[in-house]
């Protein structure tokens, strides 16, 4: 099993910038061996696909994020960040990161969730 701990959301202006990290406390398997994601969730709206970073490495990032959002991941920290540039009023959300050995862009596929962290844009 593992615990996540989202940081780093807050208040911020249009066109402005913020890192997310997601941190892992684990107990018998190593964090290498996760699948790690970003979702996010506004009021109303269906929980919705970010980002992700595979345990090989390889990362995918979502449609309505591409250009402006990046993801990357620091093992020997246990940590996942992710990095989000240009943001707009659209990216409010509060920010859930899901590990999974076998994940996937589908929440379903989780069943490990931090607490999340509040992410709102200002015009």
């Known amino acids: 099993q593992v615990h996540l701990v989202e940081s780093g959301g807050g208040l911020v202006q249009a066109g402005g910038s913020l890192r997310l990290s997601c941190t892992a406390s684990?107990?018998?398997?190593?964090?290498?061996?996760?699948?790690v994601a970003w979702f996010r969730q506004a009021p109303g709206k269906e929980r919705e696909f970010v980002a992700m970073?595979?345990?090989?490495?390889?990362?995918t990032i979502g449609d309505g994020s591409k250009g402006r959002f990046t993801i990357s991941r620091d093992n020997g920290k246990n940590t996942v960040y992710l990095q989000m540039n240009n943001l707009e009023p659209e990216d409010t959300a509060v920010y859930y990161c899901?590990?999974?050995?076998?994940?996937?862009?589908?929440?379903?596929?989780?069943?490990?969730w931090g607490q999340g962290t509040q992410v709102t844009v200002s015009t």
């Open positions: 899901a590990a999974s050995p076998f994940g996937s862009a589908f929440a379903s596929r989780y069943n490990d």
């Open positions: 684990l107990s018998g398997r190593t964090f290498n061996s996760y699948d």
């Open positions: 970073t595979y345990k090989s490495g390889a990362r």
